[in-house]
């Protein structure tokens, strides 16, 4: 094992391999800003480029480009409050409440540092603990998942800003939506209304371009000026970040492992990590009502916890070739490709290109964390820019984005329709981030939902006699329940002191 | 021209009624489904309908409330994309990227056309450049001027 770690770090320090890691950062970095790509988009578009490539080549670039390409949408969340990837939603909720009061230097500088910290911690979790957790994933069945997709949802809906009973029935809404075209089980043709372009479905691209992007253009345009009006605080927001990152060092952490835990779970991934660890954050502070204003925190820990998923996603991927998400998916089609499969082969025959895989990781937290320290002055000044100019950039690169994912102009039409639905969302207090997540999880929930009734028979039982699945459900509607109860029993002590 | 509050009003209105309807829709639709295509939607469907209730009959009761000024209204960034839409469709990228950030550029409080047409310029080639020729994405050429 020793021989071929050194042999991998021999590798990625050649100068050929520098080069690769920096190209790989700044278009990584470059497509996580522009709404909508994100990870997907770019290991989909940039994976032929690597044909061309010998095999340690490729692997570094594939890797350097899917860690910065989620880096790249978690900066456009705290500047622009336009998260690059599902993975970054919650990061918006502290990151721009921190940029519009001149802070988003400091918060870029703090998310550099911790995202750094937990992508480390992720690889750590790669390299040693992919064996042992592999084997608790595979206790995980249909009825397991269902009810994982269907916490997932409730979480989300009491970590959102707004009303939880809006935010459930936009999980519903996004379920329904993912509802249209083909069943993901018998491929049976439902819900199309008689309509051709509804017959593959409504993608979740163009639907979350338009709720995030269009809508957030929309808003700026009503809001003229430019997004900060405070003045912005450049001086020592390196130290004030570095500072925050130290301060709350627990945070980072305990999001990481969270985030590295959830990308294990074949399917739920970053869209569902980075709400949890946001959630999990917000109870655990001493200061609940300072989140969702501009808390540190609130930012740290969800980019903590989507920067180790992406690393844990890998671990069913690297192990039984099960990807975590479409981006993993994408990643092992590169892997394959490249004569690597997934399984034991990977740590026997192919340690060396493995170890050199890992290496990639390392640096590449290295490499992004370098390049966002360096830019993060320049870029919180993105805040200062006049709306003029801000609104048509925004606007073109949605349309851009909307259009180029599947060379499609009903794409663009769906993301217009979704930018004034989450206009009206944003402003009338409906958690945006529960639509989004209720169309990923669609097919999971529904997949897994007809293969549990399938195991048992018919019977619902099987959804509470694993033990599992009971605990998953409690969690939900524990999650659902207890904070109004324990919000009114509050409110009966404060009455009860104020009439003594 | 109606305050922007009660725009959005009307707006919550439609939406959360939209919501309900779409629930009632799929509920309905679903009974013409094999067993399996139709249970998982029957059961979203009425959770979503039954929750949405409720949330229905408060926006129909609140009243609004305040007056915020705004740049440029919702309605008529509305209209802009519908229409830079049907400018793809007939015009292609260019033209209707050009006339939309002129538009918008413009309708924002924008006065200097140098800084305008310069804008629209550099973002449109830019755009253009790096998608088509970067990225390979074969961009709206419009049924007036392409193929």
Redesign the interface.
Known sequence: MWPNILEGLGAVLQLNSILIFMLATVIGVIIGILPGLGPTFALALFLPFTFYMNNASAMIFLVVLYCSTVYGGSITSILLNVPGTVGSVATCFDGYPMAKQGKGGMALVAMTIGSSIAGLIGVVGLITLAPLLVNVSLLLGPSEYFMLALMGISLVAVASKGDTIRGLVMGGLGLLLSFVGRDVVSGFLRFDFGLRSLQSGISFIPVSIGLFAISQAIILAEEGSSISQAAIETKNEFLSGLKAVIKNWVTVVRSSIIGLVIGIMPGIGISISNFLAYLIEKRVSKDPDSFGKGNIRGVLAPESANKATVAGELIPAFSLGIPGGSTSAIFLVGMTIHGLRPGADLYTTNATIMSIVYWAFIIGQLSYLVIGLFFSKPLSKITKISNTILVPVILILSILGAFSFQNSITDVFIAIIFGILGYIMHKRRYPVACLIIGMVLGPIMESNFQRALLLSDGSYMIFITSPLSLIFLLIALASLIVPPVLEKMKKRNMKADATL | MAS?EKI?KI??VI?STF?FI??VT?FI?SFS??K??A???RL??I??AI??L??MIN?WRQRTQGEEK?????YI??LI??G??FA??LFGYIIS?LL??VV??R????KNWIATIA??VL??GI?YYV?KML?N????KGIIFGA
Request: hydrophobic fraction near 60%; avoid cysteine.
């Open positions: 922007i959005r707006g919550d939406f919501v779409m629930a799929f639709m489904l094999p399996n295509s249970l998982m939607p979203v469907s959770f979503t929750l949405d409720p949330v926006i705004v740049k440029v209204p919702v960034t509305t994309l519908f830079y839409y793809l469709i990227s939309l950030i918008i550029a309708l924002m409080g924008q804008l629209s973002l449109t755009t998608f990225f994405v074969e961009l709206p």
